[in-house]
């Protein structure tokens, strides 16, 4: 009864964590479009639907079949990560269906189920083998062999733990239970009935010498055939019909062997029921923390493999890719292969920064759907990893359980930018993904972060006041940034320069426009002139500082070899630096 009841305590704390879970893809958001939860449930409800009713319910169980069982996706990318994920999930999956949860499943599909005879018996133990096997090859390639992958958090640890300890504790137990005595004698009092002495001794002995049972009466080596045969006899009339040979579950049995020198002793001390309720509780404790850890990947990562395969930003409700995402954010496993094949994950080494990895960037964007406050600093680094991205879509590519990583970054990055932070890499046409999604973004939306990056440069240098004659006032910290503009400016003979022209000429940028000295506000040899009078305030307020592509041209065709593409970066990288440092910090956002 008390095990029942623990039993419903810990399966409804699971409904309920899962149904938690479940509500916050509905009330969380993390992309620049806003909708209630009721219009979030109404477009799920209505798009499921709509693709149960559609011929999309094929590309559903394709996706189930070869992604969510055989796992087909991990397969194509990395065999050993395959292999370590499939006998974990394989195993613990059945382990769960058939073991765990026997009471509403086994017990209910096969009419006489016994947990002690085949192929059950057998069953648990293999299956139980897989999922070691799978933890150890986890192990292996997180702790040893150290792979380009991210740093080890707490949650996979605990993740390994819990199942080694529900394993251990499994196989330890039954053990016990092949070889205790105490365990013998409460079956035969339950199910054997009445029996003479004599016969209960001859099903002793015919036990200790076939099932493991370690008697402290009885030795396997005195007995005689007819004693075996009368005890044979009397299983199979009694005991056969729920007991199978214990070296089936081989696992159990050679704990049992190891364990022999202790039987005596465990039957003394009652261990046997210390293991069992060790056990017990271990394995239900996992299963109620589980819609709250890590392991809620189980649930999450086939419902994000089946999701995405039937849903696109072009086509999707806009509520739904909403809902999808935070869903996603969920079926994350942290295993690093995004990060392993981002081309930029390396940058981290040189940049103390650690959301610059893409395996690392889902739990910083998890605390920003949270509501949670950061402190201002913190807000920056994970917009900084952000917006450090080729958009190459190759973790996306690789993502075991089918993430839209690239998607997420998008929705992300267009959710920072309504906050009243600049974001200077904005002012770059180097920001190639946002530009190319620009017929996704609402106008107004998509200029708003540009205008406040300007702004907040505009601010820094003053550049409303037209007083070319003075020169620019700068801190002791701010001179050693103009100095490299300088030095750059000496070293390349700049005096040299006529104004010819020919930098203008040569710039795809001027030729964009019809009135490009309107639309750009100085054009290339201007913003020279202008760097050679020191008008600072005139150059950072020229749209052509930003606009720049970086393409040489200007450069290669200068008459004077005057690097006027690199000192257009140097320039920006003054600017930006500048007007960081100064940036107001504030406590949160």
């Not at 993390?30 to 499921?48: D, E, H, K, L, W």
């Not at 996992?286 to 039937?310: D, E, W």
């Not at 993502?399 to 920072?416: A, K, T, Y």
Request: aromatic share 12%.
């Amino acid at each position: 009864m008390f095990k029942t009841m623990v039993l419903y305590f810990s399966l409804a704390v699971f409904s309920i964590g899962l149904a938690h879970k479940i509500s916050t893809w509905f009330r969380y958001s993390i992309g620049a479009n806003r909708f209630t939860s009721s219009q979030r449930v109404y477009a799920a409800a209505r798009g499921m639907a709509a693709t149960l009713f559609s011929p999309r319910i094929l590309t559903l169980a394709k996706v189930f079949v070869l992604d969510v069982i055989l796992q087909f996706r991990i397969l194509r990318h990395d065999f050993g990560r395959w292999l370590a994920h499939f006998l974990i999930f394989g195993g613990f999956t059945m382990l769960l269906l058939m073991h765990a949860l026997a009471v509403f499943t086994s017990a209910v599909v096969f009419k006489n189920y016994y947990s002690t005879i085949n192929p059950f018996l057998f069953l648990r133990d293999f299956f139980g083998l897989l999922v070691i096997i799978g933890v150890a090859l986890a192990a292996y390639r997180r702790f040893i062999r150290k792979a380009s992958r991210p740093a080890t958090s707490p949650m996979d640890v605990y993740t390994i733990v819990i199942f080694a300890a529900i394993l251990v504790s499994g196989i330890v137990l039954e053990g016990a239970k092949i070889m205790s005595h105490s365990v013998f004698q409460d079956m035969v009092e339950e199910y054997a009935g009445p029996q003479e002495q004599s016969s209960l001794k001859a099903l002793e002995a015919y036990w200790v010498r076939n099932f493991g049972l370690v008697s402290p009466e009885a030795t396997s080596v005195p007995f005689g055939s007819a004693l075996l045969a009368e005890g044979k006899t009397i299983h199979e009339i009694n005991c056969k019909q729920c007991h199978s040979q214990p070296q089936w579950a081989f696992m159990g049995y050679g704990a049992s062997r190891v364990m022999t020198p202790t039987a005596a002793y465990l039957d003394r001390t009652n261990v046997l029921t210390t293991l069992y309720y060790l056990h017990f509780f271990i394995c239900l404790f996992g299963l109620a923390y589980l819609p709250f850890s890590k392991v809620i990947h189980i649930v999450v990562s086939p419902l994000s493999l089946l999701a995405n395969s039937v849903m696109d930003r072009k086509t999707s409700d806009p509520a739904n890719i909403a809902t999808r995402q935070i869903m996603e954010l969920d079926a994350c496993t942290h295993c690093g292969a995004c990060t392993e094949q981002c081309s930029l994950s390396f940058i981290h080494l040189i940049i103390p920064n650690t959301n610059i990895m893409p395996s690392e960037k889902i739990a910083s964007i998890r605390t920003l759907a949270k509501g949670k406050d950061l402190g201002i600093r913190q807000f920056m680094l994970i917009q900084e990893g952000l917006n450090l991205c080729t958009n190459c879509n190759q973790c996306t590519l690789v993502c075991p359980v089918g993430i839209n990583l690239q998607d997420l970054w998008f929705s992300v990055r267009e959710g920072l930018f309504l906050k009243d932070i600049p974001e200077f890499m904005l002012l770059s046409p180097l920001s190639f993904h946002r530009g190319m999604m620009k017929k996704s973004i609402d106008s107004a939306t998509y200029e708003k972060p540009i205008y406040r990056a300007r702004e907040a440069i505009s601010n820094e240098f003053e550049v409303g006041n037209y007083n070319y004659a003075m020169r620019l006032p700068v801190k002791p910290e701010g001179e050693k940034l103009l100095d490299g503009a300088s030095k750059l400016l000496g070293e390349s003979s700049f005096s040299n320069c006529y104004k010819c022209m020919t930098c203008t000429l040569a710039c795809p940028v001027v030729r964009h426009y019809q009135n490009p000295a309107v639309e750009l506000g100085l054009m290339p040899h201007q913003m020279m002139h202008a760097v050679g009078l020191r008008l600072w305030k005139l150059v950072f307020g020229s749209k052509m500082l930003w606009d720049c592509l970086g393409c040489y041209q200007c450069q290669e065709n200068c008459p004077m070899m005057v690097p006027v593409t690199e000192l257009i970066f140097l320039l920006r990288n003054m600017a930006i630096s500048r007007t960081s440092q100064n940036f107001p910090q504030r406590e949160a956002i």
